[in-house]
């Protein structure tokens, strides 16, 4: 239970994001039908959840070196036949939902293709090469999926195909995840060398990373400028572009950090998960 709290703490911004971002997707969605179609909402909302509780549970195995498919013993308070068990479970729930899916006649189309990537991105950690290469790249493959996967998974649920205006959404959201997540990898900047493992922060260095924050911030505010200009509509989303102030605010935070300044990890942990919210709330609050 410790691996697995201290897994879901690594993961709680993107689990946060990508759930966020399905529901803009979907309310959006639900604006242009003019009903909101609760039934696939949560479907979808509950096979992410099981595709990423089997993420946890392979990095689970992975990083303990069990393996509960050998040797099974049914005995009471086995530790490999309860993990056994618990795949199993993981796996029969997430194909009954895909089943409820193709009998909602919800399964046509791209949102199949979103299923199939989610699951592909996320269950790559199952493989030793494959998951060197996600502990590396982490935070672009986590980028796509929060956006555009989960945030275009959340429009196809609700009958609609992605259009122009969707595909520009997605490039703003993924650009603000980028420069959101970037600025919680600095707390382990260098940590996780020791134990073979590199991520983008470590490749690219501490200052290439801070460059990356901050472009990624400023592109995101101004695509999410255009998507309003073009639909019409960048007069009533004024405010969400003052959230801006949030990425900002960590900017000062980390230049005085990089000045020797004691860090204020909590704050900016805090403020990358008020950003992220204030900008799905401000988006989707003028449709209500």
Known sequence: ME????????????????????????????????????????????IFLLIFALQQLFDYLTTTKINPYSRVNFERGNKKAQLFILTML????????????LRLNMLIGVNLIFISLLTLLMLMTVFRLSKMLYQTYGLLIEALIVSPLMLLFGTGLQGINPGSGHVLLTVAFFLLYISIKSSLLFEHFGMNQKSGERSLLDLIGWENGMRLQNVSLVLAYLVFAFYFYRNGSLGQNIPLLFTSSFGIFTMYLQNRLARGMKPQWQIIKATAFVHFFSVCYLLIFPLL
């Open 90 to 101: 993981l796996f029969m729930s997430l194909i009954f939902l895909v089943y409820l899916l």
């Open 3 to 46: 691996t697995v709290a201290s897994s879901l703490r690594k993961k709680a911004f993107f689990l946060f994001a990508s759930i966020l971002s399905y529901l803009v997707g979907a309310f959006l969605a639900g604006f242009e039908n003019g009903r909101l179609d609760f039934s696939t909402l949560l479907i979808g909302l509950f």
